[in-house]
């Protein structure tokens, strides 16, 4: 047996409200029965703050090793993320299973018979491979970036700890291990 709460508030915000005049909305407002005689003033902080600033700590890696070590987590990120991204792009649903097995008739000999139904496929398959192999950043993109982020991280003063540092390197080295946990294997 199901009973209703005595306070609820669906039951409360549903019943009818009294409108009230703009003079009796400002005096529902207004403080009553104060007494200023009774206030007393704040009290002082029992601590004051340091006039001295706090010398500025030395980063554990400098700025640009910084920025070489995000310019990598970028790029691990993107070689191991971008080539199933644009598998799933290039090949939506049945496409991807007849890729493959073109795929396999392809490498399997060396003058394949390929059908008009199969040639769109294979373009589709050489423009997966070259958008495939310009994902890893080149020496001269590292060249270009590195240079820059390191300055906005020094004129920023953006500093990771020693626990982001870690998480960041231990992440590029253990995530590639770890992403064949995910991926299908049909």
């Excluded at 206030?39 to 700590?57: G, H, K, M």
């Excluded at 795929?103 to 491979?129: G, Q």
């Excluded at 870690?166 to 995530?175: D, E, P, S």
């Amino acid at each position: 047996m199901k009973t209703e709460p005595e306070n609820d508030l669906f039951k409360i915000l549903g019943e009818e409200t009294e409108a009230k005049t703009e003079q009796e909305t400002q005096e529902s407002f207004e403080p009553k029965n104060i007494d200023q005689n009774n206030f007393s003033p704040e009290p002082e902080p029992a601590f004051s703050p340091s006039p001295e600033p706090e010398p500025e700590q030395e980063p554990i890696l400098s700025f640009e090793e910084q920025a070489k070590l995000y310019i990598a987590f970028i790029d691990n990120t993107g070689q191991l993320f971008l080539p199933a991204m644009y598998r799933k792009k290039i090949f939506p649903g049945e496409l991807l299973g007849k890729m493959e097995a073109i795929k396999a008739k392809v490498e399997a000999t060396k003058n394949p018979d390929i059908s008009p139904d199969e040639a769109p496929i294979l373009k589709r398959l050489e423009l997966y491979r070259n958008l495939v192999e310009g994902v890893p950043f080149t020496d001269s993109e590292i060249e270009l970036l590195q240079p820059p982020l390191g300055a906005f991280l020094k004129k920023h003063k953006m500093t990771s700890g020693p626990e982001i540092l870690l998480m960041i390197a231990a992440g590029q080295v253990i995530v590639p291990r770890l992403m064949p946990l995910f991926m299908k294997f049909d």
